[in-house]
């Protein structure tokens, strides 16, 4: 008996932007899953055209399994767009459309109808320019699954750690200003992030006793109290609870030189403090083809590492590849 397909969702995210155009080019792929893209289905063919991608597109019945997907054809759950969508052109009227998209995804992994999440990119500025406090995919299905979570992107692409020559980086608070940053590195919530990120690495990515190198806050991490005591106060006593609980972890380590290849080759995944003192290096390894991971929810939920790129939105330039590589880890992940 042939099995059916993992069925993933995918949310095709600013209608202005590239992510139509991803899911048309994700889709003329031969990823060995049932890919049922959550959108405008008019918009997508649209994107698709523009781009000279042959597609082919059926409207998907939840009670419908397959067993092949051939190239360029994708599965729609059909939503309708606010008002027509122009390439390049935001308009907050079809924010409600954006977030319904990933309030359906949601609903689905958390049933078990779709057995991983991949996002195409929003704008947050958009969606917040409707009214509506947005701050992030990885916000957004925490807050929907109640849950705490841990954002890591990873990349096969830069020298790396020892698992498979992966760089992973996980941030311990994700999209603040950096003037918050110092007050949301706390001892309680940095123990919740390492647990997240070291039970995830044990339970999805099969790696049995991860190596985490843990990045200091300041400069030269604090430099034994003279450039700041988060190091001392909260971070150091974090480490040493997680090591008490048996598990490895290194730091805090100076992220100016933690991030040497030398160094990087110890371990399994490196946890930066924020947002752009960890994701700039990764970025730098592998920009395009590397992927996020919300770590901590209920499902698996894979990301592309940019934005929307409205200045290319509607060329048929987009480059795919980060879609794609999100949509084959998502696969890998949710079949282990």
Known sequence: MVSALTRLALTAGEP??????????????DVAADLVAIGDPDLIAAAARAAGVELRIETYA??????????H???VLPMS??????????????????????????????????AAIVT????????????????????????????????????????????????????????????????????????RTLRILCDDLIARFRIAAPRIAVLGLNPHAGESGHLGREEIDEIAP????????????VGPLPA???????????????????????LPVLKHAGFGHAVNVTLGLPYVRTSVDHGTALDVAG?????????????NLALELATR
Do not use: C, W
């Not at 202005?16 to 792929?29: D, F, S």
């Not at 008002?83 to 689905?108: E, I, K, M, S």
């Not at 750690?161 to 603040?176: C, D, S």
């Open 120 to 191: 195409a990119p929003v704008h947050k500025g958009v969606i917040n320019d409707a009214g509506v406090a947005f701050t992030g995919h990885t916000e957004f299905f925490a807050q929907r699954a109640s849950r705490d979570v841990v954002m890591m992107l990873t990349t096969g692409a830069g020298a790396g750690a020892r698992n498979g020559g992966a760089l992973r980086v996980a941030l311990a608070t994700t999209h603040l200003p950096l003037a918050a940053v110092p007050a949301a590195i706390r001892r309680a919530s940095l123990v």
């Open 315 to 327: 060329s048929g330039n987009a480059d795919a590849g980060s879609l794609i590589a999100a949509t």
């Open 16 to 29: 202005a932007g590239i992510g139509p155009e991803l899911i048309a080019k994700l889709a003329a792929t």
């Open 73 to 75: 054809t994708l599965r």
């Open 62 to 71: 939840p009670d419908s399994r397959i067993t092949a997907r051939a190239p």
């Open 256 to 278: 100016d030189t933690a991030f040497v290849p030398a160094q990087l080759a110890r371990f399994d995944a490196v946890l930066a403090m924020y947002h752009d003192q960890g």
């Open 81 to 114: 767009l606010g008002v027509a969508a122009t390439p390049g052109t935001l308009d907050p009227r079809n924010a409600p459309y954006v977030l319904a998209t990933l309030a359906r995804a949601a609903d689905g992994a958390t049933s078990g109808e779709f």
């Open 238 to 249: 974090a480490i040493a609870q997680m090591r008490a609980a048996g598990f490895d972890l």
